[in-house]
């Protein structure tokens, strides 16, 4: 699985010049900002983390190859992607050009500075730079790519023709992904992706979350207990609850109710996931460790084979956590019991081990671990090494980059070998 990041992009541009930075020193910081909140959701790591910036002569490759095609024409240093010589342009998202051409209406304005472009609807996959903008030298002149080729070129410098599943967020279907249709589809021939997953989008309080409306919560704020509506940190599996129990396709509304609803909710199976089995009385036949509940499993295991429906497989692992719940009720207070010790320790790995699927850990690595993940600065370190050996100085300086941002500072020794240590 990668997860690339787009580190040459107008709004990085924009940022830098607001600060009178670079746009990498922008990037890093968001992307080690990114790395901090994702491990404290307990997000898994990807296998790889490939940047636009280190693509740029793949990205060279794939534009010229569509020039050569005559699916793109250069105007003054830029170079747009011509979408009427692509039969298929909207498949994805659904739309037609001409419906879309009726709707842009007057979009082509001689005055307006797309008036470049042939069509309305062409976009841009290299733009010249303007003075003073960062750029890299290419055939068309000096520049920078457009966002759309970036990922093009990335998905095939690293993982071929066509992938299994891309994913995103909804609202990247168009432009964004029907543009990377159009540019690999039209050069190799075959779908880039046999699936698509797209995530719905966040709305608060049945609203759209945006810059103007000032209704943004970053996960931090709600770590940090920095969320005015809920002046206390949030257990960070409250925050993978509340986003499980919608499905992914679907808006994910973030209200105060629904975020207690979830902590609420977390606490029911944290219990369960942390019984106290010394006081359980459990007979002297050990029952079979390991052993799961075959019923629970397959009814979770069939929500999640249908697109992912996470909420019926969470009602599976509640039902669990319940029922782990009032046997140790009866155990402990009552002197009862409606399960056999043998169901009790099938029920109590089955919530831990289908909790363990969904990422939901009732004992979290601390801030401080996760500050510095020893096994993520080996992996890094590997990349790092490789990155070397095969002479591509500009990433293994990111990756050394990237672990100084996370604190950790590196001795490269005189054998090859680094070493590293806290700054
Ligand atoms: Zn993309």
Not at 220 to 228: A, E, H, I, M, T
Request: proline share 4%; with cysteine.
């Amino acid at each position: 699985m990668y997860r690339t990041f787009t580190d040459i992009d107008d709004k990085i541009l924009n940022r830098a010049q607001a600060e009178g930075s670079t746009m990498q020193s922008v990037g890093d910081r968001y992307i080690a900002a990114y790395f901090r909140d994702i491990r404290r959701l307990n997000i898994l790591d990807a296998d790889e983390y490939p940047r636009v910036t280190e693509h740029i002569p793949a990205i060279h490759q794939l534009i010229q190859a569509l020039e050569d095609k005559g699916y793109a024409y250069a105007v003054d240093g830029d170079v747009y992607y011509n979408v009427r010589q692509f039969a298929e342009y909207g498949k994805l998202s659904g739309r037609q050009l001409e419906q879309m051409q009726a709707g842009a209406g007057g979009r082509v304005d001689p005055n307006d500075p797309e008036f470049k472009k042939q069509y309305p609807f062409d976009f841009a996959l290299w733009k010249a730079a303007k003075p003073g903008e960062p750029a890299w030298e290419s055939p068309w002149g000096a520049g920078r790519p457009g966002w759309h080729i970036e990922c093009s070129a990335m998905i095939q410098a690293r993982l071929g023709d066509a992938i299994d599943i891309h994913g995103g967020g909804g609202d990247l279907v168009f432009p964004h992904h029907e543009n990377e249709i159009a540019q690999s589809e039209v050069l190799t021939g075959q779908p880039l992706a046999r699936y698509w997953l797209h995530n719905g989008m966040v709305t608060v309080n049945g609203e759209k979350m945006s810059k103007s409306l000032g209704n943004f919560t970053t996960i931090r704020d709600l770590l940090d207990g920095n969320w005015s509506d809920y002046p206390q940190p949030l257990d960070s599996m409250a925050i993978r609850l509340f986003v499980l129990q919608a499905h992914y396709r679907k808006p994910l509304d973030f209200t105060k109710d629904a975020i207690i609803a979830a902590e609420n909710g977390w606490q029911t199976l944290k219990e369960g996931l942390t019984l106290d089995w010394q006081r359980l009385n459990l007979s002297s036949q050990m029952p079979i460790p390991g052993e799961l509940d075959a019923e629970s499993v397959n009814r979770f295991q069939t929500a999640m084979d249908d697109d992912l429906n996470t909420a019926a497989g969470l009602a599976v692992l509640f039902e669990l956590g319940k029922a782990l719940k009032r046997e140790f009720n009866l155990r402990c207070y009552q002197g009862s019991s409606e399960l056999t010790d043998r169901q009790l320790q099938q029920y109590s790995q089955t919530l831990t081990h289908l909790a363990q699927v969904l990422g939901l850990d009732a004992q979290p690595a601390s801030i401080a671990e996760l500050e510095i993940d020893v096994g993520w600065v080996e992996s890094l370190l590997q990349q790092r090494q490789q990155a070397r050996q095969k002479k591509r100085y500009a990433e293994s300086d990111r990756i050394r980059n990237e672990l100084q941002a996370m604190g950790i500072t590196l001795i490269d020794q005189p054998d090859g070998q680094s070493r590293w240590h806290r700054s």
